[in-house]
Structures are given as C-alpha cells and as structure tokens.
T-cell receptor
Framework: GENVEQHPSTLSVQEGDSAVIKCTYS??????FPWYKQELGKRPQLIIDIRSNVGEKKDQRIAVTLNKTAKHFSLHITETQPEDSAVYFC??????????FGTGTRLQVTL | DAGVTQSPTHLIKTRGQHVTLRCSPI?????VSWYQQVLGQGPQFIFQ???????GRGNFPDRFSARQFPNYSSELNVNALLLGDSALYLCASSSLAGGSYEQYFGPGTRLTVT
C-alpha cells in the first residue's frame, strides 16, 4: 500500500520568513496530493491540493510543487504570519478509496 | 450552507462497551469516509461509503463497522472497546467516491476509553 513520509516533524520560523514542508510517497499510481492544516483541537482543513498532471499550484501565499519522477511533493508558505502556526499534513491518493497521510509537521511562527 | 457535522463531540466509554458515532456530510455530497486520528499522528483511513455501499476499508479489526443511510449520513460502530481505541474520529465528506476528490472533514468525535 501507499506510504507517505513527511519532514520535518517540527519547524520554527520567524514571522515573514518562508516555510517549506516536504513529503515523499511510495505508490507511483498516486495522482492526488492534498495538504491539510490542523489547529489545536480543530478539524483538518484542506488548504491546497495538486493533481499528477500539474507540476505546481499557487494560492496567494501558499504553493505546492510535485515531482512525479522523484515521487515527492512540497508545501511552500511565504511571508509567514502567526496565524500560520498549526500542524500541517500532506496526503496522497491513487486508485484506492482512501487518503494516506503523512505524520505531520508542527509549524511555529514566532514574532 | 452547513459543513460536515458529527455527533457527539466527546464521549467517554469503558473497555468492552460499544459506541456509535454519527456524521452528516455536506449537502449534495454522497460519499463519507471515516478516519481515526491518534494524538500526535495523521488520520488513518477506516472506511469509505458511497451511495450506501462500502467502497473501501482500511486495516482495522472487524470490531469496526459502518453504514450509510439514504440521506447519505453515516454511522461508525465500534464494539468491544479497547484502551487503544481512544482517539479523535473524523468523518470526511466528498462529492464522489474514491480518494482523488476533495475531502472535507467534520470537527470529529473525541472518544476516550477508560
């Protein structure tokens, strides 16, 4: 089955800096890669996703890149703000019905 | 327009008991998936239902079962509760079956087994 690895497990950046979170997946049939943000005690919130026919997607300060050959994808957050502090999860899905999640990255944005 | 709703919010049960968790998807969505999230980990897939049929099952024991109703709401049942079943149970709603469509999560039910 699919296996998703996520790094780093924790990330601390200063406000205004950029943050990058990286994930690798094992199943070459995976074709959908969403990212979720989960604040403490709250539901995972879909923030951006990318499909295998696209190499990069941007939404304001957030971007995701996908390298199908290397089977890895990354989340980029620019101009970080304190409200970006949360746990971020990457996930992958292919022919199966499920999303397979990474282990999460705790992002802390300090003033 | 209401998002995904789940009930109850919190639940405390004793080992060996049974629990039923409920989920209502976003209006117009026909697929519901259930995930278990243990503290400090990512969500783990349990089931997916679409049009009242099971479309996928994760690596969970037979103590876990689910069903979907004609109005697309869903129940997750867990029998013979173990301490290790303590977790946040998340329901996700999507318009179609499969994992390659946007899935939107409900607030979850936090289950504590003592």
């Amino acid at each position: 089955g699919e296996n998703v690895e996520q790094h780093p497990s924790t990330l601390s950046v200063q406000e205004g800096d950029s943050a990058v979170i990286k994930c690798t997946y094992s199943d070459s049939a995976s074709n959908y890669f969403p990212w979720y943000k989960q604040e403490l005690g709250k539901r995972p919130q879909l923030i951006i996703d990318i499909r295998s026919n696209v190499g990069e997607k941007k939404d304001q300060r957030i971007a995701v890149t996908l390298n199908k050959t290397a089977k890895h994808f990354s989340l980029h957050i620019t101009e970080t703000q304190p409200e970006d502090s949360a746990v971020y999860f990457c996930a992958a899905s292919g022919t199966a019905s499920k999303l397979t999640f990474g282990t999460g990255t705790r992002l802390q944005v300090t003033l | 327009d209401a998002g995904v709703t789940q009930s109850p919010t919190h639940l405390i049960k004793t080992r060996g008991q049974h629990v039923t968790l409920r989920c209502s998807p976003i209006s117009g969505h026909k697929s519901v998936s259930w995930y278990q999230q243990v503290l400090g980990q990512g969500p783990q897939f349990i089931f997916q239902y679409y049009e009242k049929e099971e479309r996928g099952r994760g690596n969970f024991p037979d103590r876990f079962s689910a069903r979907q109703f004609p109005n697309y709401s869903s129940e997750l049942n867990v029998n013979a509760l173990l301490l290790g079943d303590s977790a946040l149970y998340l329901c996700a709603s999507s318009s179609l079956a499969g994992g390659s469509y946007e899935q939107y999560f409900g607030p979850g039910t936090r289950l504590t087994v003592t």
